[in-house]
Structure formats: structure tokens, C-alpha cells
């Protein structure tokens, strides 16, 4: 079966249906082993307990040392999507809260796993990011592209990955 293309507004749409649910549970710092759960001062969007999970989510989409040497952490990807997102609609910001909450409680379920996904180490976050994607509800399928797009896209906009990738950066300021 396809999985339909999945724009701004239905993933607004759909991650909102489950927030009522998921709005009682909190977005706490999490634990998760070799990681400092402490959020920067600066965030304009995101809240401190939603950027420590949006951290370890984008830890565990781009690793360092996994398809490429620099890792999320190393182009602090979390704190670019935090500014990536300044002035997007509130509606999308809190569809991307509602996501990270699904993803911190409900993906550790659909990997048989008991706990929280920002207390996992690194090999538990893939696995229940797999079971996101593998799932036969739509509602995590969709929230795993959405968020490994979103996670890739701004990586993949960060000077610090294009040597990994073989970017040599844009020829307009090359020209000049």
C-alpha cells in the first residue's frame, strides 16, 4: 500500500486529532544515556522539554558516525529547527509538539518496549523509530516521515554536512 504524500496541513490535521489525548502527558526532560538534558536559552519556538526530545529524535534519525562522521549533534540540529520553525503558524508548531509526544510515548509501545523513547539509548531509539515507520496505523507512519523529513531537511541545509556529502556549497557566492 502507497503512503499518501504528506503535506503541513494533514500533518497538522492528524497529529492534532490525537493531541487532546496526548495533551495530558507531559514533555518532560528525558534521560536518555550520554545525554545532557539541558535546552538552550535562546528557543524561539520549541520548549525546553520538547527540544531535549526533539534532540534525541534527531540524534537517532542522523547519528554521528552512521551514514556520515557529522551527526545532528554536531550541526545542533534541534536548535536549527527550533529557528527553522520561528514564525511558521502555531498550529504547525504544536502539530510537531503533539508528534514529539507520540514519539515519547507511544513509539516505545509499538516496539515492544516498555519506558520512554528519550530514556532509550540510541540502538532502542531506532528501533522505535522503525516501528513508527513500519506501523500499520497511518497516524505513525506519517509522523515518522514527517519528522525524518523535516530532521533531514534541516541537516542537509547545514554548512557543517555538505563536506559529508560531497556539497562543495553554493556556486552564487563562488561566482562573486
Not at 524561539?44 to 527540544?51: F, I, N, R
Not at 549533534?73 to 534541534?78: F, Q, Y
Not at 502555531?90 to 509499538?110: D, N, T
Amino acid at each position: 500500500m502507497a503512503i499518501p504524500e504528506l503535506s503541513r496541513r494533514v500533518f497538522l490535521r492528524r497529529s492534532l486529532r490525537l493531541a487532546g489525548a496526548l495533551a495530558v502527558l507531559p514533555v518532560a526532560p528525558g534521560c536518555a544515556p550520554g545525554h545532557e538534558a539541558s535546552a538552550p536559552d535562546d528557543l524561539s519556538v520549541v520548549s525546553p522539554g520538547e527540544w531535549v526530545l526533539l534532540d534525541v529524535v534527531t540524534d537517532a534519525f542522523v547519528p554521528a558516525g552512521g551514514a556520515f562522521p557529522t551527526g545532528a549533534r554536531d550541526v545542533e540540529l534541534a536548535r536549527r529547527i527550533d529557528a527553522f520553525l520561528t514564525g511558521e503558524d502555531p498550529e504547525v508548531v504544536r502539530g510537531l509538539a503533539s508528534a514529539l509526544r507520540l514519539v515519547e510515548w507511544g513509539s516505545p509501545l509499538l516496539a515492544g518496549r516498555l519506558g520512554r523513547f528519550s530514556r532509550l539509548d540510541l540502538e532502542g531509539r531506532t528501533a522505535c523509530l522503525a516501528a513508527l515507520a513500519g506501523s500499520r496505523l497511518e497516524l505513525p507512519r506519517q509522523v515518522f516521515g514527517a519528522l525524518k523529513e523535516l530532521s533531514l531537511f534541516v541537516f542537509y541545509a547545514a554548512d557543517a554536512s555538505w563536506p559529508a556529502t560531497g556539497y562543495d556549497g553554493p556556486w552564487v557566492e563562488r561566482a562573486g
